[in-house]
């Protein structure tokens, strides 16, 4: 599918249920990072457990809807994570 940016593809992501651009992994900062289509949102749960498969110690999760910052998540104390809007 076609954006609206010129020359730009999404792709239908059925896990993130979201149109996705890409998504990277900094093993370092353990932490995440998914661009989305502008204004869509990610399912949360799926958008944690990918990376949780990618790396069990992910400490943090960035997404962008566009160029513009979504929501990030945090891992808590053991296994919670809380989503800053």
Do not use: N
Request: net charge neutral; charged share 35%; proline share 2%.
């Amino acid at each position: 599918m076609k954006s609206s940016r010129e020359g730009m593809e999404w792709v239908q992501h059925d896990q993130f249920m979201c149109r996705v651009k890409d998504l990277a992994y900094d093993f370092g900062k353990k932490t995440g990072t998914l661009h989305m289509a502008p204004a869509d949102c990610c399912d949360m749960q799926g958008c944690v457990d990918l990376f949780e498969r990618i790396d069990p110690r992910v400490r943090r999760i960035e997404t962008f809807a566009g160029d513009k910052v979504d929501t990030i998540y945090v891992r808590e104390r053991g296994k919670d994570w809380r989503a800053i809007l």
